[in-house]
């Protein structure tokens, strides 16, 4: 009994949302992360029209979709503010939970591995090119800080070959949250350059520090700025931005990218029934998830995000892979295009369908 109250208490922590750009919702699912990164093999088209692919959505349809989106969403807080939302399905999240990770420590008492859950913001670009942060979740030994887990990811290769970041191994260390201070400190190296390296753009430096500033707020579920600081002091300047004072997390809709899949994770292997989970803002919150293989779009499914305010919304569909062939797919989440222009939002992830 006494197991299953530390495994409810632990996924308590674990479910509850890290950031406050999205609603809450049960991401137990999107938690799972691969190890090994993969790289893309299906070729991918930025060119797609989802409303011609599917039609126009029929208004009982859209209505339907909308009720059922809002039923789901009925207790959950949808304040923009610190990450203190309420918990949503925790019982069920419990009853599924499974801990699949190689190489992590066990508990003793259960046998099973002990790990936790948290976020991580890389950059990848926008229908403009402009780089924006998009989210991934990955999981690590409870052995060892959330946030010390985190930055050692920020300094990784990203699981999306289609991310990216310009924090090197060593670059970030000793991040910690002081509510009295009302800020959370981060220590960068001495390595890190005060100016903006030869290439990178003010845009992508920018992106960058947002990169330290969601992650670690992520991290510590927390709406804290962030002060860079050395032997005491505030560091003037990291990668050409100014961080004498500290830094806010930059607006969501400027920030984030407008969809961006929670799970699965690119790499993973899946079968059965597929539940896709993310967050977008789009006109009128339609997202269209789907899979593609060499050019042909398969189990195109439409769903509602949200939109208007300055913030992402929760989505999830479940796709039935027991008549797709066994293979190589991307997946594919959407944004709709109102402005035909055929430069919609777009989030993928290479799967693997068993």
């Known amino acids: 009994m006494n197991d299953r109250i530390d495994d409810e208490a632990r ?18 699912d999107e938690l799972r992360a691969s190890v090994h990164p993969r790289p893309k093999v299906v070729p991918m088209t930025r060119s797609r029209s989802w409303y011609a692919a599917t039609g126009i959505l029929a208004t009982a349809a859209v209505i339907g979709v909308i009720a059922y989106v809002t039923s789901m969403a009925i207790d959950k807080n949808t304040n923009v503010g610190p990450a203190t939302d309420p918990e949503t399905s925790l019982h069920s999240a419990i009853a599924t939970a499974t801990d699949t990770a190689s190489g992590l420590p066990t508990s003793a008492a259960t046998g099973r591995t002990a790990t936790k859950a948290y976020a991580v913001y890389y950059v990848g670009a926008d229908p403009k090119g402009k780089p924006v942060l998009f989210r991934e979740f990955h999981r690590g030994p409870d052995t060892k800080p959330t946030a010390a887990l985190a930055v050692d990811d920020l300094e990784s290769t ?158 999830q569909v479940t796709l039935d892979l027991s008549k797709v062939p066994p293979g190589t797919y991307t997946l594919v989440a959407q944004n709709d295009d109102p402005s035909g222009r055929n430069k919609p939002e777009v989030d993928t992830r290479v799967i693997t369908v068993k």
């Open 11 to 28: 996924l308590r922590r674990l479910l509850s949302d890290a950031v406050s750009d999205i609603e809450p919702e049960n991401r137990l």
């Open 158 to 315: 990203p699981l999306d070959p289609d991310y990216s970041t310009a924090w090197q191994r060593g670059w970030l260390k000793d991040a910690k949250a002081n509510p009295n201070a009302g800020v959370i400190f981060v220590t960068p190296s001495a390595g890190v350059p005060r100016d903006r390296p030869t290439g990178m753009t003010a845009d992508d430096a920018t992106a960058a520090v947002q990169q330290v500033v969601y992650t670690l707020q992520a991290a510590f579920h927390t709406r804290l700025p962030v002060l860079f600081v050395r032997h005491g002091a505030a560091v003037d300047r990291v990668l050409g931005v100014r961080t004498s004072e500290p830094i806010a997390q930059g607006k969501a809709l400027a920030t984030l990218s407008h969809v961006n899949i929670s799970n699965p994770n690119d790499g993973d292997m899946v079968s059965g029934s597929l539940h896709v989970t993310g967050v977008n803002n789009a006109f009128e919150g339609s997202v269209a998830v789907y899979l593609e293989q060499n050019g042909h779009k398969l189990l195109m499914t439409p769903t509602i995000g949200g939109w208007l305010e300055d913030r992402l919304f929760p989505w």
